[in-house]
T-cell receptor, first 112, second 114 residues
Framework: DAKTTQPNSMESNEEEPVHLPCNHS???????IHWYRQLPSQGPEYVIH???SNVNNRMASLAIAEDRKSSTLILHRATLRDAAVYYC?????????????FGAGTRLFVKA | DAGITQSPRYKITETGRQVTLMCHQT?????MFWYRQDLGHGLRLIYY???????DKGEVPDGYVVSRSKTENFPLTLESATRSQTSVYFC?????????????FGPGTRLTVL
């Protein structure tokens, strides 16, 4: 399974943009990039996913490098409620490999 | 209620006892998963299932047994609980066709083994 690498933690100020990086240098052509986040004392929740093109939804934006070896989750205006652990995972949907392994994630701290 | 539910939410047991954690989803999703999360750490995959009667090992399957006789249920059994199995257990599901979109997680079961 292709692996991802994320910083252990990041800090942001409230109402400022946050860029959360993820490296996935061994990504295959059929791997989708998914982001989840886990708020304190809750199960993970879906944030966004993409294959090659940048993606936007109501929660965030996903910027994917042209070579797909890295991606960045962008929170446009961080709020205190965005303080969570953010997980970047790869899922190979081309071969049906839905094993879905989570890494350690990035803990985001948001300062008021 | 629609969604994915887990029971019990909290469980305290003793070393050597058998414990079963229940997971139920109402969407008829094909894929279901069990993860464990130790304090201060990320999620580790225990077992997953692609459909009824199809299960496979994840990263940390030892000491656990799963079954899936019905699409909507995916129970996890600790045959002889050990203290190292003290953890929060999350069940999850998604539908794989036409493409995987969102993986939904249950609220978790906090298990303490004394």
């Amino acid at each position: 399974d292709a692996k991802t690498t994320q910083p252990n933690s990041m800090e942001s100020n409230e109402e400022e943009p946050v860029h959360l990086p993820c490296n996935h240098s061994t990504i295959s052509g059929t791997d989708y990039i998914h982001w989840y986040r886990q708020l304190p004392s809750q199960g993970p929740e879906y944030v966004i996913h993409g294959l090659t093109s940048n993606v936007n939804n109501r929660m965030a934006s996903l910027a994917i490098a042209e070579d797909r070896k890295s991606s960045t989750l962008i929170l446009h205006r961080a709020t205190l409620r965005d303080a969570a652990v953010y997980y970047c995972i790869l899922r190979d949907e081309g071969t049906g490999g839905f094993k879905t392994i989570f890494g350690a994630g990035t803990r985001l701290f948001v300062k008021a | 209620d629609a969604g994915i539910t887990q029971s019990p939410r909290y469980k305290i047991t003793e070393t050597g006892r058998q414990v079963t954690l229940m997971c139920h989803q109402t969407w008829s999703h094909s894929y279901m998963f069990w993860y464990r999360q130790d304090l201060g750490h990320g999620l580790r995959l225990i077992y997953y299932s692609a459909a009824a009667d199809i299960t496979d090992k994840g990263e940390v399957p030892d000491g656990y047994v799963v079954s899936r006789s019905k699409t909507e249920n995916f129970p996890l059994t600790l045959e002889s609980a050990t203290r190292s199995q003290t953890s929060v257990y999350f069940c999850a599901s998604f539908q794989s066709l036409p493409l995987v979109d969102e993986q939904f997680f249950g609220p978790g079961t906090r298990l303490t083994v004394l």
